[in-house]
């Protein structure tokens, strides 16, 4: 209050001017402070909000199914078995109908396995480095302990109560890929029959008109050499 001086117009001009430039250079630095500590809020929000959308993903991979073979199978075996010598100690790998689905299966678990340890807890991350050294020996993995671990995480991350202890929960297993080779056949089988009717038809109209048109040349020469 001393530097005020308002004693004459020169002076308290001076005065108010440099009270001014000292208000808006707080409101200045206080604009950029609140800015820059959006801007970082945002960034973790985007990070958290990744997170957390990515392990649901994994975890309806890892434990969409509660009915059924509950495990993983590497679909590799053979391999393996080549590399060991055929040895006994390897499950041996069941290569039937299901086959196909198996693998999709085990593809599908490892993409979520990958997401896992790039963005899972540090829990998270040694169970599903455990289930891929798993899958890289061969054996058949399941995937209930991780499916827990990420169930009881997203759920404290997305402030949700614990599900009730009293609760006996079956144990979970990866989601079944639904099939879709007999729709997609079906589609093809129509297709082809569609064009193969198509092609049919522009081959009759094209035989029916080459073959009415001899005829007539034909008749033509007839009546011309009866008129000689």
């Known amino acids: 209050m001393r530097s005020m001086d308002f004693s004459s117009l020169h002076s ?12 808006l250079l707080g409101v200045g630095v206080r604009l950029v402070m609140m800015l820059t500590i959006q801007q970082r809020r945002e960034r ?18 890892l434990g969409g199914s509660f009915t ?5 199978s590497p679909l590799h075996l053979k391999d393996i078995k080549q590399r060991n010598g055929n040895s006994e100690d390897v ?18 678990v490892e993409s979520a396995l990958s997401d896992i ?27 209930h302990d991780l499916v827990v671990a990420l169930r009881d995480f997203i759920r404290k991350a ?14 979970q297993g990866p989601s079944r890929p639904s099939g879709s ?7 093809g089988g129509k297709d082809g029959g569609g064009k193969g009717g198509g092609e049919g038809g522009m081959g009759g109209g094209m035989g ?18 009866h008129h000689m």
Do not use: C, W
């Not at 340890?117 to 995937?143: D, F, M, P, W, Y």
């Open 181 to 187: 080779g007999g729709r997609e056949k079906g589609e």
């Open 91 to 108: 499950a041996p790998l069941e290569l039937s109908g299901s086959s196909e689905r198996a693998r999709r299966i085990r593809d599908a």
């Open 12 to 23: 308290a001009l001076v005065t108010i001017i440099g009270l001014t430039l000292l208000t």
């Open 208 to 225: 029916g008109n080459m073959s009415g048109g001899m005829a007539s040349d034909q008749e033509s020469g007839a009546e011309a050499s």
């Open 68 to 72: 059924g073979d509950l495990s993983v």
């Open 44 to 61: 973790l929000n985007r990070q958290i909000n990744e997170r957390i959308r990515t392990l649901i993903a994994a975890y309806k991979t």
């Open 117 to 143: 340890i790039l963005l899972g807890t540090e829990e998270h991350v040694r169970l599903a480095v455990k289930a891929a050294s798993e899958l890289a020996q061969g054996r058949n993995v399941h995937t």
């Open 158 to 171: 997305l402030d949700i109560e614990r599900i009730p202890s009293d609760l006996k929960l079956p144990r």
